[in-house]
Nanobody, 120 residues
Framework: EPLVEDGGGLVQAGDSLKLSCEAPRRTYGGYAVGWFRQTPGKERELVAAISNDFTPYYPSSSLKGRITISRENNKVLLQMNSLIAQDTALYYC????????????????WGQGTQVTVSS
């Protein structure tokens, strides 16, 4: 079954946003789930990931301190605070069996994405 993202939108700089990825435990409970973002002309960038045993991974220094990833039974949440214009992107969640993994090629299932636009 597909991953489904929700929670994107248009916000002001400095605002907070919580993205949600529907990742049913019966299908994705054994997988790591990551949040990626992509802007036109650029490669997908891992924002954060969480393992099947709830260990978080934050690869980017530019986002550390502003984001928190968490995992509930059927959802993986990405809390983003103090948003800046450079956070504007299409955000995807993805599931993969490799841990930790920053390369999109290590993720096997992808959602359709949710747009986040931050106005300055």
């Amino acid at each position: 079954e597909p991953l489904v993202e929700d929670g994107g939108g248009l916000v002001q700089a400095g605002d907070s946003l919580k993205l949600s990825c529907e990742a049913p435990r019966r299908t994705y409970g054994g997988y790591a789930v990551g949040w990626f973002r992509q802007t036109p002309g650029k490669e997908r960038e891992l924002v954060a990931a969480i393992s099947n045993d709830f260990t978080p991974y934050y690869p980017s220094s530019s986002l550390k301190g502003r984001i928190t990833i968490s995992r509930e039974n059927n959802k993986v949440l990405l809390q983003m605070n103090s948003l800046i214009a450079q956070d504007t992107a299409l955000y995807y969640c993805a599931a993969g069996s490799r841990w930790p993994a920053s390369n999109p090629k290590d993720y096997e299932a992808w959602g359709q994405g949710t747009q986040v636009t931050v106005s300055s």
